[in-house]
């Protein structure tokens, strides 16, 4: 896609003309180009998003992410013996934490 087919197909898409889908783009364009920040935060923050991107960065091991893991892993099938014994990576996926957390709370669980 080139820059002429982005602003007809925006243009087609929200019925505005095409000189005012123009501007739009070339604003679009300068906050891009001037922004510090990722690509992934500008897409999240055009798409919408009302918080920033990892607007809040959670520690893995903050006490309440471990005990919120060990509270899954009691219920879980695999079970307790599991978190504490699995192989890391494995573990991690499986409760779909970070492996700092998994550590976290086998050092809780001794």
Known sequence: MNHDSLVKDAAARTGL???EVEKV????????????ATPD????????A???LHAHPVDPRDAAVVAELVERAKVHPLGLDYLKGGHLGSVAVTFETHAFTVLAARELLR
């Open 17 to 19: 003309p095409e000189p």
């Open 25 to 36: 783009i070339a604003a679009l364009a300068d906050v891009v180009h001037h922004a510090h």
């Open 41 to 48: 935060e500008l897409l999240h923050a055009l798409l919408g």
């Open 50 to 52: 009302s918080a920033p």
